[in-house]
Nanobody, 123 residues
Framework: QVQLVESGGGLVQAGGSLRLSCVGS????????MGWFRQAPGKERDLVAT???????????TYTDYVAGRFTISRDNAKNTVYLQKNTLKPEDTAVYYC?????????????WGQGTQVTVSS
């Protein structure tokens, strides 16, 4: 089993930055596709970014269009931690952000979730 704990959320003004952290325990996060999701009030939970490690190529990342160029997902294997660096924040980025780990055999099935961390961006 994988346990995930997010941190780093808070209140920030538009244009500011935050870095979210997701610390894993129980398993090595590098063995999983890791993702950051967000859920705004009254909306569905959306995938924001993913990071996947492959032999020979290392980490590869994907981003949804509305965060590409502003957010960066990365990992520190020594700390078993995945990060989401968020720059040029906008009020519409306000949401609860969740870290998740994908099932190793079923793509798109996210089996492991953190408790979420609130990010509020004021205008």
């Amino acid at each position: 089993q994988v346990q995930l704990v997010e941190s780093g959320g808070g209140l920030v003004q538009a244009g500011g930055s935050l870095r979210l952290s997701c610390v894993g325990s129980g398993r090595t996060l590098r063995n999983y596709v890791m993702g950051w999701f967000r859920q705004a009030p009254g909306k569905e939970r959306d995938l924001v970014a993913t990071i996947k490690w492959s032999v020979g190529t290392g980490d590869s990342t994907t981003y949804t269009d509305y965060v590409a160029g502003r957010f960066t997902i990365s990992r520190d294997n020594a700390k078993n931690t995945v990060y989401l660096q968020k720059n040029t924040l906008k009020p519409e980025d306000t949401a609860v952000y969740y870290c998740a780990g994908e099932n190793t055999k079923v793509a798109g099935r996210w089996d492991y979730w953190g408790q979420g961390t609130q990010v509020t961006v004021s205008s």
